[in-house]
């Protein structure tokens, strides 16, 4: 069973590393009606985009397989990482096949993205999708419906074919049991991480963000299968939360560097929008006001999403305690407003529920992890002799 295991890595991966979106291309390929729809991070309704017979892309950046040149000329030095590497493959000509991207509403970094995206490829459809800041359905819900309803009609004037609701409850039922299969791996992490490490874990869940959702199924289970039947040696390291990656994501190199420094990653934020809505949604009544719903009722947390009722800090707390975390790495993007400005609220609602936690910043091309490695590992041990 190894070597399937291995091979299910080698499929994630193929997808992973490869700039060119071969299998978004191969998959266009199939036929003159087809499109490609990209959005950025975090949550995107990907359910209407699947009804309407596009392939939606989750576009997170190229790591530190590119050079940026032309990007760094189209954003300051004191932002993010993530948008000059997203502008730079742009311009490359990454993205020319597709027909529309989604900028989803999370800081003024997207927004800003959104604005140069229409100034520089003007045939693309481009959707600055607004979410709900009130949680009130007769406020924040007609909103929402409203934002749905503006992007399924730009969605069929692309494609030429109207979507009925059958199609819409259907692209439903596939993304709902994704979820559900993400959950089964995210509660099989939780209880054994040793035999699923993040380093793994995190290869099979972002392959997602551009296979098809019946072709991400597949995915999850065959690695499921393998995992389950030839389990990893059990290691001595401490339970992990990890926060403040829910946006750029950090190399795989540097969870490697966590995982080696003595840390389990047995909960986080990283691809957020993969697992954003927990559980079902319905697939009865009407599709557009259930997804809206599902928003509402929900959505996961983050410093991204604004919290109403629910405070953040609460839910962090409720998070560390079910997956039975010994502490919390605070691991944000450099330069991420809605991250770092979150942080000291956190970290002082730890404090008081006396959970230990670091943190550290990277960017998505950080290269070097030694000093890391150092910090998450006196991290451990110091969990390990004291706590």
Not at 290 to 295: F, G, R, S, T
Request: one cysteine or more; a negative charge; glycine letters at 6%.
């Amino acid at each position: 069973m190894k070597h399937q295991r291995l091979d299910a890595l080698a499929r994630a991966d193929r997808v992973l590393n490869d700039l060119s979106y071969g299998y978004v291309q191969d998959w266009l390929g199939r036929g003159a009606d087809r499109h490609a729809v990209g959005y950025l991070p975090i949550y995107a309704p990907r359910e209407i985009i699947a009804a309407a017979g596009m392939i939606p892309v989750g576009v997170f950046g190229a790591g530190d397989a590119l050079d940026i040149v032309k990007g760094d000329a189209y954003f300051q030095s004191y932002i993010c990482h993530i948008p000059r590497s997203v502008i730079e493959m742009a311009l490359d000509g990454r993205f020319a096949t597709f027909s529309a991207f989604i900028f989803p509403a999370i800081c003024d970094v997207i927004r800003n993205l959104s604005g140069m995206w229409q100034m520089n490829f003007p045939d693309q459809y481009v959707k600055y999708l607004d979410y709900p800041q009130n949680f009130d359905p007769e406020v924040g819900g007609r909103f929402y419906r409203r934002e749905l309803e503006d992007l399924l009609e730009n969605l069929v004037r692309i494609s030429g074919r109207e979507v009925s609701d059958a199609e819409l409850h259907a692209a439903t039922a596939r993304y709902n049991e994704n979820r559900r299969l993400l959950d089964r791996l995210y509660d099989a992490r939780s209880r054994a991480p040793h035999n699923f490490p993040m380093s793994e874990v995190y290869r099979v869940v972002r392959a997602g963000s551009v296979l098809t959702v019946d072709d991400h199924n597949r995915l999850i289970l065959d690695y499921l299968a393998a995992a389950e039947a030839e389990p990893l040696p059990d290691q001595d390291r401490i339970r992990v939360y990890l926060v403040g990656a829910f946006c750029e994501q950090p190399p795989l190199g540097l969870l490697k560097t966590l995982e080696q420094a003595g840390c389990a990653l047995v909960g986080d934020d990283l691809l957020l929008g993969m697992r954003f809505i927990r559980g079902d949604v319905a697939t009865e009544g009407d599709p557009l006001d259930a997804l809206v719903a599902a928003y509402l009722t929900k959505c996961g947390w983050s410093s991204a999403v604004y919290d109403g009722d629910n405070p953040r800090e609460d839910k962090l707390v409720e998070d560390v305690r079910a997956c039975k975390a010994d502490g919390v790495i605070f691991c944000c993007p450099s330069f991420c407003d809605p991250a770092l400005l979150d942080r000291p609220m956190l970290q002082k609602r730890l404090d008081e529920e006396r959970v230990p936690y670091a943190s550290f910043q990277y960017s998505e091309n950080t290269g070097q992890f030694q000093v890391i490695r150092e910090q998450a590992g006196t991290f451990s041990d110091s969990i390990k002799l004291w706590e």
